[in-house]
């Protein structure tokens, strides 16, 4: 196979078996990214269902397509432009006329999809009848969310050029689906559910028509006149027992479902479909298929019903199933509860540690720590000192099992002498040595960044951030480990499925990571093996960096710990608990304000979002090593478009965040009425992630629409007037204020908004913390183009200068060893 030429039509096919089969699925038509979605379901149900290649001796495969004298030419020159030998895995002809016997002598035929091609090529009537794209619900499950649902569609040809108005004016469909589709899995996927999420689909196109009936949705066939294959759809409507009639409108196509599809509908057995397969499929696609044939055999009632014995011991089985679980649940409950417990001990031992290392400089003479310097060298030539713990019976028995290493090339932040006190024999102490612990080179050596799940990067500013953070990273050419807290079983949103986590495990690969871990304890595994070596390890919110940095100091004490704040969690906390006047707040904010106190003197080197969090830190804690770095931002590479047909305000911002609540919850009760008197034609646009109910029912303001998730935001910034972002409580870099700048959209904001982002003039942005001000600015910057126009300049000039990727990059690399 490694003579293949791998056609990049999927480029998120990875695996070595999908390899293969992209190999096998030789043919990309035309050459073109966007195709109709029939031809990309050829590559998806492979990819899906096997599990190893069944070595036939066929070059190409052609899963569910047309038979035709084309393509797949010999490739090694002895017989130029004859054909290669090609398997026809569950594929339909053209039309009746007979193949030429070049490619008849090089083909294999599988199977076909209906009863005319087989008789057309001459197959025994025992060939297994069916398209593969109705194996689709074996692999996956319509999301019942899908924008189509409850809604009538229309799917049209290909070669339909009819605008989406005429469509829908013509066949009286609520929504046109149109039958292309971009080379993404996820994209394929988004268009499966679009058509089998409908409650009836109007197909001009025959592969919508054939995913509308392997999911039991009502269709009829459309045809306006672009239908160009006829004898196609004639060979599938006889595969499933219907006759080829086509409606020219919604109604019409109903009448022929109820009358007629409805009534003699019987899709082809699936396991027989399955079984032709060119590859030997999962055995649990093969028991799905054997699950949905079983009700429509003959007998099916008597033969399968379980004798009592059997399901005695099912029931047994399922028994011992729950209890085992429960059982795995109070184990994993007692070690969260060890693990809480173990970092009580740690963080109190290491207080001890800071008091100590600081006494007075009078009694620190009377302190004699058991400890000699070694001189050490490296290739013959001195490299310096290190202070290791002496090993012999004169040493306390306290201490004989105790080791501190110090860094001999720099001065550690806040514990010096102390922060490295871990439980070793001494048998082991040779591994801890500097020598050792340099004889990977650094520019070689790993960098380890955890954060508490893969970075959503297209809900939330601080995923964008840390992304983009990873992107400037790999310029540094080294491997990059991406750590999440979360284990898989505990993901939440999208990530919780194996197709959400395939996304931004992708974006990640692309980013530079090169290897993805879930939880603590897949970290501890890698870091028990001698390699890889860390370098540096980023931990990313407060959470995380608790439960990660003791791990890794025990494990790779000689690992340069960067903590990496996102936000002053205790500000936003206390800002929180005053607006809301919350004593509980108030706890919650004390409590974290130790927490991000003690990671900073525990870590290497912290990373603030502003200088002025930066200063409120080293109040607190005045010997850790703070460094700012504030969010990234990414500028597009379109021009700015000017106020000219632009109308609405927008706010951007996930609402797992709660100041994002409550800042649009205040602004439509508050702000927005007062604009509404001036201007009462202007709407109210909320885009973000997972709104709660409270956020959902600020729609009831004919004014205000709510969108939610949304993937691509570039229309939104392309189109609204003015962005708004009304926050009362928070702290850092706000990136919806950044992202809205970088797009080229002027931004209305609180103090609490701009923060981090102000210069000697301020006029890249409009500010007032209360509703009267706030609705003045917008109005003003609603009547004013002038205005408009220079801070949309501004504003874009100032991220440009501060905060983009060409002003952070060196900032970035030079974090790291």
């Not at 173990?342 to 207080?351: G, H, S, T």
């Not at 040779?430 to 990067?457: G, H, Q, W, Y």
Request: net charge neutral; proline share 7%; aromatic share 8%.
């Amino acid at each position: 196979m490694d003579d293949l030429d791998l056609p990049a039509s999927f480029p998120d096919i990875d695996t070595p078996i999908e390899k293969v089969i992209r190999a096998r699925l030789g043919w990309k038509p035309d050459g073109q990214r966007v195709q109709d979605i029939g031809d990309y379901l050829g590559t998806y149900l492979p990819a899906s269902l096997a599990t190893s290649d069944r070595g036939l001796a066929h070059r190409h495969w052609l899963v569910g397509g047309l038979i035709d004298t084309f393509p797949f030419d010999a490739k090694d020159g002895a017989n130029p432009g004859r054909p290669s030998e090609v398997a026809f895995w569950g594929c339909g002809k053209r039309d009746d006329a007979p193949l030429d016997s070049e490619r008849l002598r090089c083909s294999t035929f599988l199977g076909a999809r209906g009863p005319l091609t087989r008789d057309s090529l001459g197959l025994p009537k025992s060939a297994p009848l069916g398209d593969p794209t109705l194996l689709l619900p074996l692999v996956h499950t319509v999301n019942a969310r899908a924008s189509t649902a409850g809604k009538t569609i229309c799917v049209p040809h290909l070669l339909d050029t009819s605008t989406d108005a005429e469509l829908i004016d013509a066949s009286g469909v609520d929504l046109v689906v149109r039958p292309t589709v971009e080379p993404s899995f996820a994209k394929l996927i988004e268009r499966i559910d679009e058509i089998a999420g409908a409650s009836f689909v109007l197909a001009g196109s025959l592969g919508a028509a054939m995913i509308a009936c392997a999911y039991d949705i009502p269709f009829a066939f459309y045809d306006n006149g672009n239908i160009d294959l006829p004898f196609q759809w004639r060979d599938f409507a006889a595969s499933v027992g219907v006759g080829a009639a086509f409606a020219r409108n919604v109604d019409e196509g109903r009448d022929i479902y109820i009358n007629v599809t409805a009534k003699h509908l019987r899709k082809p057995p699936l396991t027989a479909i399955l079984a032709a397969a060119p590859f030997i499929a999962a055995t649990e696609f093969i028991l799905r298929a054997i699950e949905r044939d079983m009700p429509h055999a003959a007998g099916f009632e008597h033969k399968f019903i379980p004798h009592g014995e059997l399901q005695a011991l099912r029931d047994q089985q399922a028994s011992l199933v729950a209890a085992n679980e429960t059982m795995r649940s109070e184990i994993d409950a007692r070690y969260q509860e060890i693990a809480q417990l173990r970092a009580k001990i740690a963080r109190r031992e290491r207080a001890l540690s800071y008091r100590i290392a600081h006494l007075p400089r009078t009694i620190g003479r009377a302190v004699r720590p058991p400890f000699v310097p070694f001189a050490f060298h490296e290739n013959g030539k001195p490299r310096g000192w290190v202070r290791k713990l002496l090993f012999n019976d004169r040493t306390p028995r306290v201490w004989a099992r105790k080791i501190v290493l110090l860094e001999d090339g720099r001065p550690r932040p806040a514990f010096h002498k102390f922060i490295y006190k871990y439980d070793f024999s001494p048998r082991e102490t040779f591994k801890l040595t500097n020598v050792s612990s340099r004889a990977t080179p650094t520019d070689e050596a790993a960098i380890l960044i955890c954060s508490d799940m893969p970075p959503m990067f297209d809900q939330s500013s601080g995923a964008l951030r840390l992304k983009t953070l990873i992107e400037l990273t790999a310029r540094k050419q080294r491997p990059i480990i991406f750590c999440s807290l979360f284990e898989k079983s505990a993901l939440p949103g999208d990530l919780a499925t194996k197709l959400g986590r395939h996304r931004y495990e992708t974006a990640l690969h692309n980013a530079g990571v090169t290897q993805i871990l879930y939880g603590p304890a897949q970290l501890e595994r890698l870091l028990d093996e001698a390699e890889p070596r860390l370098s540096d390890a980023f931990l990313s919110f407060p959470n995380v960096a608790e439960t990660f940095l003791p791990i890794i100091r025990e494990k790779r004490p000689e690992t340069i710990i960067l903590y990496d704040m996102v936000d002053f969690h205790a500000l936003r906390l206390r800002r929180e608990a005053k607006l809301k006047d919350d004593p509980r707040l108030e706890m919650a904010a004390d409590e974290m304000q130790a927490l991000e106190i003690w990671l900073a003197n525990e870590a290497d080197v912290t990373i603030a979002v502003t200088d002025d969090e930066k200063r409120e830190l080293l109040k607190l804690s005045p010997l850790a090593n703070v460094r700012t770095l504030p969010n990234i931002f990414v500028i597009p590479k379109t021009p700015l478009k000017g106020p000219e047909r632009r109308k609405g305000l927008l706010f951007v911002g996930g609402f797992w965040h709660t100041p994002n609540v409550d800042a649009v919850k205040w602004f439509v009760d508050e702000i927005l009425p007062l604009v509404l008197i001036v201007r009462p034609d202007v709407h109210f646009t909320i885009a973000g992630s997972n709104p709660d109910d409270s956020v959902k029912q600020l729609a009831r303001n004919p004014n205000v629409s709510v969108l939610g998730y949304v993937e691509d935001l570039s229309p939104l910034y392309a189109d609204a007037r003015i962005c708004v972002a009304p926050l009362r409580f928070g702290a850092g870099v706000k990136g919806k204020v950044g992202e809205a700048m970088a797009n080229g959209l002027p931004v209305v904001g609180t103090s609490i908004a701009f923060e981090g982002m102000l210069d000697d003039s301020n006029d890249h942005f409009l500010q007032s913390d209360t509703p009267e001000g706030f609705a003045a600015h917008i109005l003003t910057l609603l009547e004013n183009d002038g205005l408009w126009r220079s801070t949309q300049a501004n504003g874009r000039r100032f991220i440009e200068e501060r905060f983009s990727t060409e002003a952070l990059s060196a900032k970035v690399e030079s974090l790291f060893q």
